[in-house]
């Protein structure tokens, strides 16, 4: 894939191109600090358009950061849907350094996809884990899949022992907590920053209808690492977002349950070879290794 005559479809001839240093699940690059070119290799068209105008409803939302702006249209390739977007400046956020101002940024971005048309989420997480991913036909079935490519490992063993019961007390939280478009997928390197202001908020590819908490606990677990972190994290977003005595209580749980999920993702992508093994390894390495986050 030649993304220098790729961006000519949108008469774009780009004379530097760069990838960045994250990132697993798309192809990147950016074009003269001008462009970013993505091309989808998770999603299809229909889910991509439907990001595009999502990304469209947050612009006249009076945010104090940007979201990704798309330029022209997005074009269909062998390798999945190509976007172009705006090229926005700034330095990825820090994990657990930068704290407050991610998760106030988070807060501002929940408020203002709680005042969205639910209609306008672009998938519906609101499942359970036998239905994360389409390449896995069942829980148990992945399971038994990946003691027979892993052998032994406590992350299997938590799985079995929890993955039932956390997914259970999941759905009884859809019928008695807050639901709203989330980003779900909050992270330091998601975050741009000048100056310590978060600057821009990237990367809406798996946003959708979830619980509200849910994007706090992802941020959480993607952001920070010591009690002192958490409660920064903590302090900002909800110095944005008013949180129910109930849904603090739920973010241990839902932590557990993202990585879970997390898991059953990156198990798809590796059942149909656009993961390797390692990588589903490190979930299971991080569902051995989860931590409770204290959140009062």
């Known amino acids: 894939m030649d993304p220098v005559e790729l961006a000519r479809g949108w008469g774009v001839r780009a004379r530097s191109v760069r990838r960045p240093e994250q990132g697993t699940n798309n192809a990147v690059w950016t074009l003269d600090d001008t462009y970013v070119l993505r091309v989808y290799r998770n999603l299809g068209l229909d889910r991509v358009l439907a990001e595009h ?3 469209a409803a947050l612009g006249p939302a009076g945010l104090s950061f940007r979201v990704p702006t798309p330029v022209g249209p997005v074009r269909e390739t062998a390798d999945g849907p190509a976007a172009l977007f705006e090229y926005l400046p700034g330095t990825a956020g820090r994990r657990g350094a930068d704290g407050e101002a991610l998760g106030a940024a988070l807060g501002e971005l929940d408020a203002a996809l709680g005042t969205l048309d639910p209609g306008l989420a672009p998938t519906d997480w609101r499942v359970s884990l036998d239905e994360v991913h389409p390449a896995v036909p069942g ?18 063993d938590r799985m079995d022992r929890c993955a039932r019961e956390t997914d259970a007390a999941y759905r009884k939280m859809l019928v008695d907590l807050p639901v709203s478009i989330c980003h779900l997928d909050f ?19 798996i946003a959708g209808l979830d619980l509200r908490v849910n994007d706090l606990a992802a941020g959480l677990a993607q952001s920070t690492d010591t009690a002192e972190e ?67």
């Not at 409660?231 to 749980?253: I, N, Q």
């Open 139 to 156: 829980l148990d079935v992945l399971l038994g899949d990946l003691r027979a490519a892993c052998g032994p490992h406590p992350g299997l």
């Open 53 to 55: 105008r999502l990304l």
């Open 187 to 205: 992270a330091p390197g998601n975050a741009l920053l000048d100056g310590g202001r978060v600057t821009a908020v990237l990367d809406f590819e």
């Open 230 to 296: 958490v409660a920064a994290f903590l302090r900002g977003y909800r110095s944005r977002v008013d949180l129910t005595d109930a849904e603090l209580a739920a973010v241990p749980l839902l932590a557990d349950l993202r990585a879970m999920s997390s898991l059953v993702w990156r198990a798809g992508r590796w059942r149909t070879g656009l993961s390797t093994l390692d990588e589903v390894v490190e979930r299971l390495d991080e569902i051995a290794l989860r931590r409770e986050f204290a959140v009062a």
